[in-house]
């Protein structure tokens, strides 16, 4: 039976540094797609039973967020416009839509493409809801 040790000798260095690099791939994989099950059970819970508030929670726990909201397209203004939020970010920026290829929600309408950003703080490309809330300051509801 081989060990790690044994599996680092020679030639198997690399082998053994991209089974490692697969493992930890796959646990990514993993995680993404435990979320998007959670997410998807939840908003089919959620669309029957109108609990929608619960979903919003269980993202923000999942993904580690304070804020965010869901857009759909306006196929009529071919635009994204909130369709669902926490009430506080609902009620101060309901009005807000993007166009394809504005901030970052225009941008990832635009390509269909997912972006992560670790910190809006840092990211010239996110609006904060075109200034109708700050997120720093959302707590203070507006």
């Known amino acids: 039976m081989m060990n790690r040790e044994s599996l680092k000798s020679g030639d198997d260095q690399q082998l053994f540094t991209s089974a490692q690099k697969e493992c930890e791939s796959l646990k990514e994989k993993f995680s993404e797609l435990y979320i998007l099950y959670s997410l998807s059970k939840n908003l089919n819970s959620s669309l029957q039973v109108g609990l929608f508030s619960k979903t919003i929670h269980l993202l923000k726990d999942l993904l580690k967020i304070e804020d965010f909201c869901f857009m759909l397209m306006d196929e ?11 009430s ?13 290829g504005e901030g970052i929600s225009g941008i990832v309408f635009q390509t269909g493409e997912p972006i992560l950003i670790n910190n809006v703080n840092k990211e010239e490309r996110f609006l904060s809801y075109k200034g109708k809330i ?7 509801i507006c």
Do not use: P
């Open 76 to 86: 009529k203004d071919n635009e994204l416009k909130m369709w669902k939020a926490s």
């Open 134 to 140: 700050n997120v720093i300051k959302l707590r203070n």
């Open 88 to 100: 506080d970010t609902y009620e101060c920026a309901k009005d807000v839509t993007f166009k394809a």
